[in-house]
């Protein structure tokens, strides 16, 4: 965002618009810098909210690492200012909102969608894991979309930057975590970027079929998490089969260059047949 850099952010710098969505802290609106014309979202938090649920720390990591960050597929956050009561952060506007609501409208998403939302996935935790970031907490409700349809991670409350790699704090929902953090004593041992590439088979998994693949009860979906226990559905491509199975597996856990391009690309071939 364009602007004079020796004067701080305030909010008589913005307009402000209609409300995007509420958080469990946050509320998020539409806004415009007055001066430039830039549209972004304002989030505005209440530091005695912030107190109250003991997410200081928590909020302050988010925007040391949000900040830091430049990819397309990751939610830019271009500043912040506070006053007495509030924080803001100016944050990107992504103007097709939630993932998660465009998957709950169609219910599945083709293959080719499915794909390439993957393959953006897959290059936005690449540039993360590169830097030592782990996100911790990718689902569908954390991943918005812009206004070409691309998507964008969002929700850094979670993550960690962690040079020596290793970390140890359990996070995230359920669902999407892997077998070493739901293990008992799981939250105690230390774990690297491996649990994200995990979340994404996960996704890919809800992608394709429309429901995460270990839900169940709380106790049962640990234990099938446990064992890597899933039904792929026979409408899912053997392609995108064997890619799920490789991705959420007890051994390995690798996603190489070769298996992306060959999921995203196949699907690109057949959205060409299609569109
Ligand atoms: P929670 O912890 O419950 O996820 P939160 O405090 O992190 O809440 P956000 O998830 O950041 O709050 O924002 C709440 C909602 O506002 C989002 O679910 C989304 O619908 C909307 N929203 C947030 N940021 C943006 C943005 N940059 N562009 C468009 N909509 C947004
Ligand atoms: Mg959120």
Redesign the pocket.
Known sequence: MPRNRDKPLSLNDFEIGKP???????R?YLAREKSTGFIC?L?V?HKSELVQGKVEIQVRREIEIQSNLRHPNV?RLFGYFHDKKRIFLV?????H??LYKHLQKAGKFPEWRAAQYIAQMTAALKYLHKKHIMHRDIKP??I?VGIHGEIKI??F?WSVHAPNNRRKTMCGTLDYLPPEMVIPGGKDRFYDEKIDIWSLGVLMYEFLVGQAPFEDTPVMTQRRIMRAEMTIPSFVSPEARDLIKKVNSLTSRVLSDTDQFLFSSSYSTLRNVYH
């Open positions: 995007l969505g509420k958080g469990k802290f946050g998020v979202a989030k938090l939610l944050l990107e506007y992504a103007g909102g939630e409700e954390n918005l969002s929700d409350g």
